[in-house]
């Protein structure tokens, strides 16, 4: 049975930060690309970072550069989302991404808060 599960959101004030984790099992992880997305109410679900298997190349996109930093700890199965100097509009649900070679699978999300 293949699970994503995003753990670490919740509540911080702006310029604060948080590490999401996304564990995952039931696929052969390494050969997949990680990530994350997020949706903030009334908006399109958005790519915001991913990491290629050897860890190297990672993307990001403008609206996180310089402040987010994807990892993955492939023994662990597990991709890290560090998010540091949060603003209020990186307020959404996150959802971490597989993305192999024939299928896609997602977590269930998690909400990040950025307020004061």
């Known amino acids: 049975q293949v699970q994503l599960v995003e753990s670490g959101g919740g509540k911080v004030q702006p310029g604060g930060s948080l590490r999401l984790s996304c564990a995952a099992s039931g696929f052969p992880w390494t050969y997949y690309v990680v990530g994350w997305f997020r949706q903030a109410p009334g908006k399109e679900r958005e790519g915001i970072s991913c990491v290629p298997n050897n860890d190297n190349n990672a993307y990001y996109a403008d609206s996180v550069k310089g402040r987010f930093t994807i990892s993955r700890d492939n023994a662990k199965n597990t991709v890290y989302l560090q998010m540091d100097n949060l603003k209020p509009e990186d307020t959404a649900v996150y959802y971490c991404?597989?993305?192999?070679?024939?299928?896609?699978?997602w977590g269930q999300g998690i909400q990040v808060t950025v307020s004061s």
């Open positions: 991404l597989g993305a192999g070679p024939s299928q896609n699978y």
